[in-house]
């Protein structure tokens, strides 16, 4: 999870199913190296960030039937590190990677929300931890300097390296691992943050309009919000 300095505690070694048998839902900590590293609380505009980007990406997903989004705290496994990524998404291929309580192998997407304290270990250590597990796309988003870096694994490398991928004219992301799904990155900044219904109109249109139109017919109520007749 991208909320804090790493603070490793007085903890014996352990194997990650060790790891996850010691810590519960309620636990800040990640598995590296086969020691525990523990993280501290996140800041409110990072939660902000987090509880934008999850159902927005969430909802996307699941009226498309791509796969599945998770936010922390949820665990995904890769070769040495157990890893609590803020949001990750889950292609339906990759659908047998899912376990109960962690992800064993790569996301197809994960995003990390930048702290102070967490600069150099999402920047730096989990940039290549991810890069070289194979996560197709890497999120970085930095709250405080208004700044979001999207990157991609190039298909034609070997070994495979990340590629930043820009922003077109109009300050929208085209996200690869998610197919059709677009961000505008000055969402991310906005005070307050987007309404998600609102996002969602505008990047899915007017099937997701459709949709909403629907569900208010099964529930008895007019697209006005009135009840039918």
Not at 67 to 74: E, H, I, L, M, S
Not at 133 to 140: D, F, K, P, S
Not at 177 to 195: Q, V
Not at 212 to 217: G, K, N, P, Q, Y
Request: with cysteine; aromatic share 12%; proline share 7%.
């Amino acid at each position: 999870m991208s909320t804090a300095e790493e603070r490793p505690v007085t903890l014996p070694r352990m194997t990650y199913e060790e790891f996850l048998e010691w810590a519960d839902e309620d636990t800040l900590a990640e598995w590296v190296d086969g020691e525990v590293v523990m993280t501290s609380p996140a800041s409110d505009r990072h939660q902000d960030v987090v509880y934008f980007l999850v159902p927005l990406l969430n909802r996307f997903v699941r009226f498309h039937g791509l796969g599945k989004v998770q936010g922390a705290p949820f665990q995904m496994k890769l070769a040495q590190n157990g890893r609590e990524p803020d949001v990750l998404f889950l292609a339906a291929a990759h659908a047998d990677r899912l376990r109960p309580t962690y992800l064993d192998g790569p996301a197809d997407l994960v995003v990390e929300v930048i702290s102070p304290e967490s600069e150099r270990r999402d920047r730096v250590q989990k940039f290549f931890e991810y890069q070289a597990a194979g996560v197709a796309e890497y999120w970085l988003v930095d709250p405080l300097a208004r700044v979001a870096e999207f990157y991609q694994l190039e298909p034609r490398d070997e070994p495979r390296f990340y590629r930043r991928i820009a922003e077109d004219e109009y300050g929208v992301y085209h996200c690869a691992a998610i197919p059709g799904f677009w961000l505008r990155t000055e969402w991310l900044w906005a005070e307050p943050l987007p309404d998600i219904e609102d996002a969602l109109l505008e990047v899915i249109g007017q099937a997701y309009l459709d949709q909403l139109t629907e569900r208010a017919r099964r529930h008895g109520l007019s697209p006005k919000g009135t009840a039918a007749e």
